[in-house]
């Protein structure tokens, strides 16, 4: 039986993401996406998308639309550039983090910006119960490498939560209007860190997602580079994930996480947080 200091740990490895090369396009996919199904793998909480995507330079996303959903994406290199219906036009290098709750519907492109390829996450997340059809918002901000270096740096909070500005461009996390908090964390070889979760109403097991990115470049086979240990920090299975994998976290309501850095270089990866 489990108690409640211990974290359950599905790992997702990167052999088992849904993946396709579409040549402008090089993509993962954690949750059914597109034309990628899996039942067993359709959402987790409140996250419902977690792509892993390349685009070729001056190339990629042309002009579509979104409803209800909150929409986010976590440059990792290269420049994105962003237009959308609200009127938004800019361009995001690597730190930066686009926000889009799209409420009623938006129409946006996501391309590539210059001569390099870009490399981002896109996420997205169910709104709140009453939430999913207000008016449209957009938001960045920006995260240097040294305001996530060996720490959880908190991008991502509900937009209801104390502290989180509802400007356009401001310091701290983003406005999400779902119950989620994102964290990025930028972890140096030897390093090791214990996350303690935001506290929870629910009775239940809360559910958290890890995921670990592929910076060396796609690869749909096995994962390589960087070792990243996860695991409770009082008690339960430890394990190791590389570039790429990821794993569903079952966390008991007094646990806490402990991750380190088994390898040899900077492990970036992001935690989902899901109340």
């Not at 409420?103 to 896109?122: D, L, M, N, R, W």
């Not at 997602?209 to 796609?218: R, T």
């Not at 390589?224 to 966390?251: F, H, N, T, W």
């Amino acid at each position: 039986m489990s108690s409640s200091r211990s974290i359950e740990i599905i790992p997702r490895r990167n052999t088992e993401r849904g993946h396709a090369d579409h040549g402008w396009l090089k993509t993962f996919h954690t949750f059914s996406f597109a034309n990628y199904h899996d039942s067993e793998h359709g959402s987790f909480g409140s996250l419902r998308v977690l792509n892993e995507d390349r685009v070729a330079p001056r190339t990629g996303f042309g002009t579509h639309s979104h409803r209800e959903y909150e929409i986010f994406s976590y440059v990792i290199s290269g420049a994105l550039e962003h237009q959308d219906s609200m009127g938004n036009t800019e361009v995001l290098s690597r730190g930066a983090l686009q926000m889009t709750s799209t409420g009623t519907g938006i129409s946006h492109s996501e391309k590539a910006h210059g001569s390099e390829e870009v490399h981002f996450c896109q996420i997205w997340a169910s709104p709140r119960p009453g939430e999913g059809r207000g008016k449209p918002a957009y938001f960045t901000r920006h995260f240097i490498d040294e305001d996530k270096r060996n720490q959880f740096r908190l991008i991502i909070a509900p937009s209801n939560s104390s502290g989180v500005s509802l400007d356009r461009e401001a310091e701290g996390p983003a406005p999400i209007r779902s119950q989620l908090r994102a964290y990025a964390s930028l972890l140096d070889p030897g390093i090791s860190l214990v996350h303690t979760f935001h506290p929870s109403r629910s009775p239940e097991r809360r559910k958290a997602y890890i995921h670990v990115v592929q910076k060396s470049g796609y690869n749909p086979g096995y994962a390589k580079g960087v070792r990243l240990r996860v695991g409770a920090q009082i008690e339960g299975p430890i394990i190791e994930l590389r570039e790429g994998d990821g794993s569903y976290l079952l966390v008991g309501k007094d646990a806490e996480l402990k991750v380190e850095n088994a390898g040899e270089g900077a492990v970036e990866f992001l935690l989902f947080d899901m109340e």
